[in-house]
């Protein structure tokens, strides 16, 4: 029951953060150091990828008529949109499925930590205050992600590949390019979201087959843990989604600027206390 409970709260961060620019995957590794979930090493590296499974499923959900090419309420005109706009978001997550595929492991290895993570956060948080500062006196070109043309979409997708880095945050690294690269906050916002569904499920596929082929044992608990958090993730991602776009339509990035630098500086004070004591 503890660990279903922990799970719930894995959850919890998982659909929050997800969506908003500070770093899901950050904010599971810095989780994970205070509330650790008592599985194996292997399981857990999976679990924290898998859970965003529960997360994607939010942005069908929210977006299905949008995103759906065979709707019957959709003229020709319509659909032939929404064809290009998937091409679009193809072509968008080409960059961070190649440099994924080639480093993955080796991310695994070397970034996956809190000192990455708070230096990404606060790296980022300063990004982001600077670009709202200069973007105060722009006016965009792309109001809507249907004006999105595919060498922006290829643009966008650069600036995913930067989320591969844990601490940086694939919706913010993309909000952000969108921004510098002239697009409106609230077609960046949701155009990210439609290029996470196969990025997060081609990492999700990924991380699952690697630990398939490792032959570990899951254990009942484990099975309950990844279900629990998928679900949880769900549920609390679609009411984020929704705030966010709310948000972005009215606001600035700039206060998820100052909370990434508060964060970042906590986390590595907090850090260098405990290893001096």
């Not at 999976?46 to 994607?56: D, E, H, R, S």
């Not at 609230?186 to 990492?203: C, D, N, Q, R, Y």
């Amino acid at each position: 029951m503890i660990e279903i409970l922990k799970a719930i709260f894995f959850g919890i961060v998982e659909g929050i953060t997800e969506w908003l620019p500070v770093s899901s995957t950050g904010h599971l590794i810095l989780l994970d150091t205070f509330i650790h979930l008592d599985v194996s090493e292997a399981f857990y590296e999976m679990f924290q990828v898998v859970i965003q499974l529960g997360a994607i499923l939010a942005v069908i959900v929210l977006f299905f008529r949008k995103l759906n090419p065979f709707a019957p309420s959709k003229n020709q005109v319509q659909k032939k949109a929404t064809w290009s706009l998937w091409f679009k978001v193809v072509v968008a997550v080409v960059p961070s499925a190649v440099v994924g595929l080639l480093l993955d492991d080796w991310m695994d290895e070397h970034l996956y930590n809190y000192i990455v993570v708070a230096i990404m956060l606060i790296v980022y948080g300063i990004a982001f205050l600077f670009v709202e500062k200069w973007n105060a006196s722009r006016s965009f070109r792309i109001k809507n992600v249907y004006e999105i043309d595919y060498r922006t979409a290829l643009l966008m997708g650069a600036f995913q590949c930067l989320s591969l880095i844990p601490g940086t945050s694939r919706s913010g690294s993309t909000i952000l390019g969108a921004i510098i690269l002239g697009v409106a906050r609230p077609a960046g916002a949701e155009f990210s979201f439609f290029m996470a569904i196969p990025t997060m499920l081609g990492a999700s596929a990924l991380k699952l087959v690697k630990y398939l082929l490792e032959g570990v044992q899951t254990s009942g608990t484990e099975i309950a843990v990844l279900i629990v958090g998928c679900v949880v993730s769900f549920v609390v991602s679609l009411l984020v989604i929704k705030g966010l776009m709310e948000y972005v339509r009215k606001h600035s990035f700039s206060v998820f600027g100052i909370y990434r630098i508060i964060l970042g500086i906590v986390v590595l004070g907090y850090f260098a206390i405990i290893s001096m004591i």
